[in-house]
């Protein structure tokens, strides 16, 4: 899928499914319409995370869904995701390039302006930016508050690059941050700890699309 009709992106984080696996809450959200996924799970083991990327990559293929690695470009090409996600204290941008080739997507994390153009620059194909709102799921403590829609708007008119909102997200806030420019709008909580993952999928999913004036 072409990274600029990403609308919904799910990011995986175990510890916040309850009683659900995550193959259980990514199968429903696929389900549910979702477009991207991330393999994330952080503090558990490489190996975990390879034999569960391992399963995911199996059934997002099968769907369609373009699945990303969460930091490690050892395990995004072991399992042959789509691509990385890197953050500021990972990898930088153009050595994930380099060690996962031309075809790759890399997206990367930024907060401010000065370090989404340097992303963009350095040859992201989309960048990630939040926390939008406040969120508990990221143990960040300039994230519990959340840097607003109007940063997206910033960093969406300072890039070319499709900006996807992260933090706090759910079908009831996602409007302003489409309006803000946001190509889609990335969640763990809102999915994986719904009661029904895959109607949150879909309220999320319609929630972007009536922002986008096509819903
Ligand atoms: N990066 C910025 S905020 C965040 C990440 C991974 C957590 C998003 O989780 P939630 O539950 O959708 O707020
Ligand atoms: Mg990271």
Request: charged share 25%; hydrophobic share 40%; aromatic share 2%.
């Amino acid at each position: 899928m072409n990274i600029s009709d990403w609308r919904t992106y799910l990011v995986t984080q175990a510890s916040l499914s309850g009683e659900r696996s995550t193959v259980a809450v990514v199968s429903a959200a696929i389900d549910g319409g979702i477009d991207v996924v991330q393999l994330r799970e952080k503090g558990t083991s490489a190996r975990s995370r390879y034999e569960l990327g391992l399963e995911l990559r199996e059934l997002t293929a099968e769907a369609g869904v373009d699945l990303i690695v969460n930091d490690r470009v050892d395990i995004a090409r072991a399992i042959d995701a789509d691509g990385v996600h890197v953050g500021q204290s990972d990898l930088p941008v153009g050595v994930a390039r380099d060690l996962l080739g031309p075809d790759a997507i890399v997206g990367c994390s930024t907060s401010t302006i000065a370090k989404a153009r340097k992303a963009e620059a350095d040859g992201a194909d989309y960048l990630g930016v939040g926390a939008v709102y406040g969120t508990s799921s990221k143990d960040v403590t300039d994230e519990k508050v959340g840097i607003g829609p109007k940063r997206i708007a910033e960093i969406s008119d300072a890039v070319s690059i499709p900006v996807v909102g992260i933090g706090g997200i759910t079908a009831d806030n996602a409007g302003p941050v489409v309006d803000a420019g946001a190509t889609g709008v990335a969640v763990i909580s809102e999915i994986t700890a719904a009661p029904d993952p895959r109607a949150a999928t879909e309220s999320l999913a319609a929630a972007v699309e009536t922002s986008k004036g096509v819903g």
